[in-house]
C-alpha cells in the first residue's frame, strides 16, 4: 500500500483553529471538504467515525487510502487529535516532551504499532518521521520510599534486612517484580520461560486451571494468595508503583499483561517527538487525502433508520452508511441514553472496568535529585523511584534524546498514579467540567503562570495547569519521598485526570469470568444487521497499550476487507 508523501504539516493542533462549521479549514481541495464546509448540519457521510485517538484516525487513513472516493468523517468531541495519547511541551524547556497520557510501547511485543511506524517513515519527510529512544526503567540508585523507610532499589536483593516487609524465607532478598514473576509461574507452571512467544504465553493462560477452576474464572488477587504471602503481595503493589494490582481483576488478562508489560520482557522505547505524534501523523495523512475530521463536535444520539444511521451532533445533523465507535467504555456509556441500539449491547459493554488513572509533571530550575546520594550510593539520574504515598511513581524525565539531564532546566513526572490511590486527589482540584456537556473536559483552571503559554508549542500544556492544592500536596510527597526539605521550588507544572469524562479511566481490564478470546469479536460487531464496529484499547486483548487500540481497529478494517499493515 503506498500513499502520496506529505511535504508540510496540515494538522493545527489548537482548538482555536477549528472553523466555525467545526471542520478544518482549507479542505475545499475535496469534494467531501467542500460538502462539509457548506452544509455542516445535514450531509451524508460514507463512514462516520466517533473518536479521534489513534484507532480513529488510524482507520479513517487505511480506509480513506483503499478508497479515495468514500467520504469519511472523524468527529471528535474534544479540542485535540490523540485521545489518551497526550504529549505536550513545557514553557521554557524545548528538548523535552511530557506524556500526560501514554509514553512508551515494547516492541518485541507491540509489532502491529511497529509496522505503522515503518509504513508511517516510509512516506514521511526526514525531519518528520517517527523517532524514539531507550527509554529508562528502574535504577539500583533509584528510591523506594515504603512504610516510612526510604530504600535504595538495590536494597531489595543486597540488603534484605532493610526490608519493613515481613518477608517469608523465600521471599527475601528479591526484587518486587520478581516476586510476582515467581508467583505466576506457580500459577501456570512454565509460562514465564523466556523462549514462549506472546501468543504462545497467552493460549497457556487462557487454558490454565489453577485449583480446579479455569483461570478465567477467577481474580488476580485471589490466585496470587495462594501462592505468595500476603506481605510479599503488599510489597510488590507498594513497590511497583500499580495500584491498579490491588484490583481483582481477571485472572488470565492480568496476568498476561503483567507479563508482558513487566515480567519477562524488557526494552521500553519513548518518543522523541511524544507519543501523539504518530495520531497527528496519521490524521495528516487522512487530510491530505481529502478526509474531513471535526473536532469540539459531540454526537448526542444515533438512531438506525433502516437505510442508514442518523447522527444528531452539536453542529447539526448527519447520515451515515457505516459508522465506527472508537471509544472507550465510558464514551459508549454517554452515548447510550441517545442510542437504541447501544442500549441493547449494554452488557457486552459492561464486560470491561475503566482503571482511574492521573499523570502530574513538574519543572524546576535544576536536577536537584542528582544531589541525593551520599556514602557508596550512585547520584539518581534517570528512571523511576516508587512509594506508596499517593504519588505512587516518579520518573525522572529523559531529554529528547534519552539522555538524563545533568545540569539546567528539568522536569520530573511528579506522580503517575492510578486505581483507589488516584481518588486521594478529588478533594485537592475543582470538580472537572461536564463533559458532556460542554464537549471538551481538557481545560483545567490556570492556577501557575510561572511559564510562557503565548507559544503554540506549549499550548497543551497550558491547557492542563495543576490546581494549587494539588500541586502543594504532591511536592510535599516528592519531598517526603527524597528525605529533602524544604521542597525544591516547582517552576511550572501540568497534570491529566483521565478519570474525567468522557475517558473515565486511563485504561481497562477485563472482568473475572470474561472469556476476552471470545468477547472482543462481539464488540468489535456487536450486530450482524448493522453495519456498526466497535474498537480502541478497552475492548482489546492488549489492555493498557497503544498495541490493543491498533488490534481492535484492524478486526474492524477486516470487516471492509482490509487487512493488517
Known amino acids: 500500500m503506498t500513499f502520496g508523501r506529505v511535504t508540510r504539516r496540515t494538522l493545527i493542533k489548537s482548538a482555536g483553529a477549528v472553523g466555525a462549521a467545526g471542520v478544518f479549514p482549507g479542505l475545499g481541495t475535496s469534494p467531501a471538504g467542500r460538502a462539509s464546509a457548506q452544509a455542516p448540519g445535514s450531509d451524508h457521510i460514507d463512514v462516520a467515525i466517533v473518536g479521534g485517538g489513534i484507532s480513529g484516525v488510524y482507520c479513517a487513513w487505511r480506509l480513506k487510502q483503499a478508497d479515495p472516493s468514500l467520504n469519511i468523517v472523524v468527529f471528535e468531541q474534544g479540542n485535540h487529535i490523540g485521545g489518551r495519547l497526550l504529549s505536550a511541551r513545557p514553557p521554557g524547556i524545548s528538548n523535552m516532551v511530557a506524556e500526560l497520557g501514554g509514553m512508551r510501547y515494547l516492541p518485541p511485543i507491540h509489532q502491529r504499532l511497529v509496522r505503522l511506524i515503518d509504513a508511517l517513515d516510509r512516506n514521511l519527510p526526514e525531519d518528520e518521521q517517527i523517532q524514539t529512544y531507550p527509554f529508562p526503567g528502574s535504577q539500583p540508585q533509584n528510591i523506594a520510599y515504603l512504610r516510612g523507610t526510604r530504600l535504595r532499589m538495590s536494597d531489595f536483593v543486597d540488603a534484605p534486612e532493610s526490608v519493613p516487609y515481613r518477608l517469608a524465607q523465600s521471599e527475601r532478598g528479591i526484587a518486587p517484580f520478581q516476586l510476582a514473576v515467581q508467583a505466576i509461574d506457580r500459577i501456570v507452571p512454565g509460562i514465564t520461560d523466556l523462549s514462549l512467544t506472546g501468543e504462545a504465553r497467552r493460549a497457556m493462560a487462557r487454558e490454565a486451571v489453577f485449583d480446579g477452576v479455569p483461570l478465567r474464572d477467577q481474580g488476580l488477587w485471589n490466585v496470587m494468595l495462594r501462592v505468595m504471602s500476603n ?282 469470568g470474561v472469556n476476552s478470546q471470545d468477547a472482543i469479536p462481539q464488540i468489535v460487531q456487536p450486530s450482524r444487521q448493522h453495519p456498526l464496529y466497535i474498537c480502541g484499547e478497552a475492548y482489546s486483548g492488549t489492555h493498557g497499550w497503544v498495541e490493543g487500540a491498533l488490534q481492535t481497529a484492524d478486526m474492524v478494517l477486516e470487516r471492509f476487507n482490509l487487512a493488517p499493515l
Open 231 to 512: 506481605e510479599a503481595r503488599n510489597l510488590f503493589v507498594d513497590a511497583s508503583g500499580y495500584g491498579t494490582v490491588v484490583r481483582n481483576l481477571n485472572a488470565v488478562d492480568g496476568i498476561n499483561l503483567y507479563l508482558e508489560s513487566h515480567g519477562v520482557t524488557s526494552g521500553h522505547r519513548a518518543f522523541v517527538q511524544g507519543y501523539q505524534h504518530i495520531p497527528e501523523t496519521l490524521a495528516d495523512f487522512f487530510l491530505q487525502q481529502g478526509g474531513d475530521i471535526r473536532l469540539a463536535t459531540r454526537i448526542t444520539a444515533m438512531e438506525w433508520d433502516g437505510d442508514a444511521f442518523e447522527l444528531q451532533h452539536s453542529m447539526g445533523t448527519s447520515r451515515a452508511g457505516s459508522i465506527i465507535l472508537a471509544m472507550p467504555k465510558r464514551s459508549l456509556e454517554l452515548l447510550s441514553p441517545g442510542s437504541a441500539l447501544l442500549r441493547e449491547f449494554s452488557n457486552l459493554l459492561a464486560t470491561v472496568t475503566p482503571v482511574p488513572a492521573m499523570k502530574l509533571f513538574a519543572t524546576y530550575q535544576q536536577p536537584w535529585w542528582r544531589s541525593i546520594g551520599g556514602g557508596s550510593a550512585d547520584p539518581i539520574q534517570q528512571g523511576v523511584s516508587t512509594t506508596d504515598l499517593p504519588i505512587r511513581q516518579v520518573y525522572y524525565w529523559p531529554r529528547t534524546d534519552g539522555r538524563p539531564v545533568t545540569d539546567g532546566s528539568a522536569m520530573l513526572m511528579g506522580s503517575y498514579n492510578s486505581g483507589a490511590v488516584r481518588g486521594y486527589w478529588d478533594a485537592l482540584r475543582p470538580l472537572p467540567a461536564n463533559a458532556s456537556a460542554s464537549g471538551d473536559a481538557d481545560v483545567q483552571p490556570a492556577t501557575m503562570m510561572t511559564g510562557s503559554c503565548l507559544d503554540l508549542n506549549t499550548d497543551r500544556w497550558c491547557q492542563h495547569r495543576v490546581p494549587e492544592r494539588l500541586l502543594d500536596e504532591a511536592s510535599r510527597q516528592l519531598s517526603l519521598l527524597h528525605g529533602v526539605s524544604p521542597a525544591p521550588e516547582i517552576v511550572d507544572a501540568a497534570y491529566r485526570d483521565w478519570n474525567d469524562d468522557p475517558f473515565g479511566g486511563g485504561w481497562h481490564f477485563w472482568n473475572v
